[in-house]
């Protein structure tokens, strides 16, 4: 069975630090990897596609990696603010186009 | 990239009724998905809408229950029928755009079933 973990489940953080956000999946033979971000009662906004191809992605204070052979994304966050906090959700597609999706990590940045 | 949008945004609907919830989007695309998020939960997908072809659900959820229509390519409605308060829940709809390879949502319907 296809399934996506991700841990920790919520974090709290003070403003400031650089943060390490980790996604497993049980299937290693992914076409990509998209990493969201969700405000509460509010739709997903996409921050980084991985392509199954591709190590990492980069799009300003967000790196993310992936490493296919051990079925792992982390999502590195860095210098977190206040306006980060928010929960992340990994997904991942396979060859049928569907996404399946992880638990989530709830994350809140105090100043 | 694409942008989407949902009507309604939130509804409270009495047990019983049926909701019809709509999908826009500002370009044409071939694959349409519509996604559930139960309370304090991840999405789960409900059912994969292409243009001219009937809906293709996921295991648990039936056309009886959660019909679709997709009449174009930019379009597509979620219809929630008989409702009881456990479909409460964030109806999201989204789509491939991006040269296939990239899924955006739309902001979702608030839905509470009383």
């Known amino acids: 069975k296809q399934e996506v973990t991700q841990i920790p489940a919520a974090l709290s953080v003070p403003e400031g630090e650089n943060l390490v956000l980790n996604c497993s999946f049980t299937?290693?033979?992914?076409?990509?990897l998209q990493w969201f971000r969700q405000d509460p009662g509010k739709g997903l906004t996409s921050l980084l596609l991985?392509?199954?191809?591709?190590r990492e992605q980069t799009s300003g204070r967000l790196n993310a990696s992936l490493d296919k052979s051990s079925g792992r994304s982390t999502l590195y966050i860095a210098a977190s603010q206040p306006g980060d906090s928010a929960t992340y959700l990994c997904?991942?597609?396979?060859?049928?186009?569907?996404?399946?999706f992880g638990t989530g990590t709830r994350l809140q940045v105090f100043p | 990239s694409a942008v989407i949008s949902q009507k309604p945004s939130r509804d409270i609907c009495q047990r019983g009724t049926s909701l019809t919830i709509q999908c826009q989007v500002d370009?044409?695309?071939?694959?349409m998905f519509w996604y559930r998020q139960q309370p304090g939960q991840s999405l789960t997908l409900i059912a994969t809408?292409?243009?001219?072809?009937?809906?293709?659900?996921e295991s648990g959820f039936v056309i009886d229950k959660f019909p679709i229509s997709r009449p174009n390519l930019t379009f597509s409605t979620l219809t929630v029928s008989n409702m009881s308060p456990e479909d409460s829940s964030i109806y999201l709809c989204?789509?491939?755009?991006?040269?296939?390879?990239?899924?955006?949502f739309g902001p979702g319907t608030r839905l509470t079933v009383t």
């Open positions: 997904a991942v597609q396979y060859n049928t186009d569907k996404l399946i």
């Open positions: 991985i392509q199954s191809s591709q």
């Open positions: 989204s789509v491939l755009a991006g040269g296939g390879y990239e899924q955006y």
């Open positions: 299937d290693s033979a992914i076409y990509n």
């Open positions: 809408a292409n243009q001219g072809s009937e809906a293709t659900y």
């Open positions: 370009s044409q695309v071939t694959m």
